[in-house]
């Protein structure tokens, strides 16, 4: 299912929450468009491929795919990266750390001269001029992790920072209690033990709360929408323990 995060008519934020099929487990996929085009935000893998091909099209030709994002290395992030480099003109945003791990998802040569590292301190670029921002948020859970700011729709796509464990029907929806996402979602959970200590979110927590953010919405599970809810999640998991706190 496609759920429309923002449309004004010229930029357009896309979530894909039920394109996992079968036991992998559930993710959601975005694409971000700006006059004509696009931007695919951890796209999956094997499980979501065609499904997201034939989505997108609703949005954007492949031909006007100018990114395909990596938040980090994990299969259910990237590992169809190869169909992508195959039918589209797209460069890969990856961290600069994991630069030399993507071909090994692709044919041999297919990376060449196609892969933008990102450096350990982020970067920003710009999508049919739009500017986005690409924010550090290492440790959490991985080095080399990245998220997608953007300042139109004041959307932070947070990856695993923010997580639940839902299913795809639940996954396009908004948590409205908070503790429903701790405990039903097993948020504090999965947090605690994806998560590698307090420090790193400190840090990353210190980063976002300079931007502008309306919404934030992760790769897995419903998002958190509102500047209360946003600042509630920012002021638990600035004080989490997890990781090797808990070890």
Not at 68 to 74: E, I
Not at 104 to 130: N, Q, W
């Amino acid at each position: 299912m496609a759920v429309v995060l923002h449309d004004d008519g010229v930029h357009k934020c896309i979530a894909f929450t039920e394109l996992v099929q079968g036991e992998g487990v559930q993710a959601n996929q975005f694409a971000i468009s700006h006059n004509g085009y696009g931007m695919l935000l951890d796209p999956g893998g094997n499980l979501t491929y065609k499904h997201l091909l034939a989505e997108m099209a609703n949005y954007f030709l492949p031909s006007h795919l100018k990114y395909v994002f990596a938040s980090h290395q994990d299969p259910d992030i990237v590992a169809s990266v190869n169909g992508w480099l195959l039918i589209t003109d797209a460069n890969i945003l990856v961290a600069a750390e994991w630069e030399r791990f993507i071909p090994h998802f692709c044919l041999k040569g297919a990376t060449v001269g196609r892969m933008i590292p990102i450096p350990y301190e982020g970067m920003d670029i710009e999508l049919g001029g739009s500017p986005l921002k690409l924010i550090p948020a290492h440790y959490l859970h991985t080095i080399g992790n990245f998220q997608v700011y953007d300042p139109i729709s004041k959307i932070l796509f947070s990856g695993d920072i923010g997580a639940s464990l839902v299913s795809g029907e639940e996954a396009g929806g908004i948590w409205e209690d908070f503790d429903e996402f701790l405990t039903r979602g097993s948020g504090l959970g999965f947090h605690q033990h994806y998560m590698s200590g307090n420090k790193a979110c400190r840090i990353w927590v210190d980063t976002v709360r300079k931007l502008d953010i309306e919404w934030i919405v992760p790769q897995h599970g419903a998002s958190f929408k509102g500047k209360v809810m946003v600042n509630r999640f920012l002021d638990w998991f600035e004080t989490l323990e997890c990781g090797l706190d808990l070890l």
